[in-house]
């Protein structure tokens, strides 16, 4: 009886049904919650308002949509999944967007910067996770390098006079100095790498909270204030776009940092090596490839962006916190997963979080009457549901988390 429920009700199928009972919420939330005669109005400061639909009708339209959309996939199915679940994804966000601005203003260029800005440090920690495990060391310890350097860069900031450039740089340094102890422990005496990522998080915890009451708030090191935000000339009078090139300056260099792994990790001999080490290590061996000092340069390659990571939370707020990176390495973790071990598939992903993220702190500036506690969560939630829908289906390198004897 179950294996004919298995036959009958394939991954496809579900993703049909639930498409089709996504576009019946929508249908049912707006006849139940949305005012006839509102409209949700999405506005840019130097255009003014860029649209303003009928919020009801709008909703019943993208409700039947997706109900279409869910009934050609169990009619005749799409090509592709990610077309269903793109089509999907995009309507339904749509159709959220619409609903929490009924009969309000959302500044929509500003929703897309903050989603960009809270995508920076997952994406930098994805990056970091890239690295290693494509050389097939697995990585949690992000979290912990990320929460390193954070410290870093307001102690060498204020040491320095306030210059926050030697703080990004001394959290660089910190995160490869954490990330050179996990590869210590996990490469060279083949630790369990999850123990070691979990004993370099603790670590972190406890270690930087002591350092801040013993050291750095008694000498009174822990304000030299936010780095300056960065603006592009020209670039920045742009409308809907121009608010993206006045940021922090750690989104510009996350963005030339992606832009760079992308092609070293996929375009040079140092990339394939990498890659053939992560899925190969005997036959990478064999052809004269270094598999231990491989695995060594891409790990602390990772926690020198990792660290650059943790400096984003400390220089922007201009002071450090306890454990103010928040879990965001593991969820950084998630993006990489999410966006299969790639440089822009983990981007791409971590805009999903990040646009999470970002619709959680418009929802309170809107006054949507949802508990906050319920709007903090959506990230985190985002993140289980992701993993449980992606992990099994999401191919690691082979090789990944398994030390190396070299013969």
């Known amino acids: 009886m179950f294996e004919e429920w298995r036959q009958v009700l394939t991954r496809e199928r579900m993703l049909g049904i639930a498409s ?34 009928p919020s009801q009708s709008t909703l019943y339209i993208l409700g039947a949509l997706c109900c279409f959309v869910g009934g050609w996939q169990l009619y005749k199915g799409f090509r592709s999944i990610n077309v269903l ?13 619409i609903g929490i601005t009924s009969g309000q203003r959302m500044n929509l260029p500003g929703l897309l910067q903050t989603t960009l800005t809270s995508a920076t440090p997952l994406t930098l920690g994805a990056l970091s996770g890239v690295f290693c495990e494509r050389a097939a060391v697995i990585n949690i310890a992000i979290e912990g390098m990320m929460l390193f350097g954070a410290f870093a860069a307001i102690a060498a900031t204020s040491l320095s006079g306030g210059n926050h450039w030697i703080g990004m740089l001394a959290a660089m340094l910190v995160g490869g100095l954490m990330a050179a102890l996990h590869a210590v422990l996990s490469v060279t005496y083949k630790v369990d790498q999850i123990i070691s990522g979990t004993v370099i998080n603790i670590l972190a915890v406890g270690a930087t909270r002591y350092m801040k009451l013993r050291l750095l708030s008694p000498a009174g090191l822990n304000s030299p204030g936010p780095i300056p935000t960065m603006r592009i000339p020209f670039l920045v009078d742009l409308p809907i776009v121009g608010k993206f090139f006045e940021n922090n300056p750690t989104v510009f260099i996350m963005l030339i940092l992606l832009v760079v792994v992308q092609f070293i990790m996929f375009y040079t001999p140092w990339g394939l090596r990498t890659r053939s080490v992560g899925e190969h290590p005997r036959a990478a061996d064999t052809v004269g490839i270094d598999v231990i000092r491989t695995r060594y340069m891409n790990v602390i390659i990772g926690g020198l962006i990792a660290g650059v990571g943790g400096a984003y939370f400390s220089l922007g707020l201009g002071q450090f916190e306890d454990n103010m990176t928040h879990g965001q390495g593991f969820i950084a973790l998630a993006a990489m997963i999410f966006g299969n071990w790639t440089p822009l598939g983990s981007f791409f992903s971590a805009l999903i979080f990040g646009f999470a993220d970002a619709v959680q702190g418009k929802m309170q500036a809107l006054k949507v009457p949802l508990p906050p506690e319920f709007l903090q969560m959506a990230p985190y939630i985002l993140t289980m549901i992701i993993l449980a829908g992606v992990i099994g289906r999401a191919v690691p390198p082979a090789a990944d988390g398994q030390p190396y004897e070299k013969q």
């Open 20 to 53: 089709v009972i996504i576009g019946l919420i929508i249908i049912a939330v707006s006849y139940q919650f949305v005012e006839g005669g509102q409209v949700a109005q999405f506005f840019d400061d130097k255009l003014g308002t860029l649209f303003a639909p």
């Open 85 to 97: 679940l793109g089509t999907v994804g995009f309507l339904a966000v749509a159709s959220f967007l």
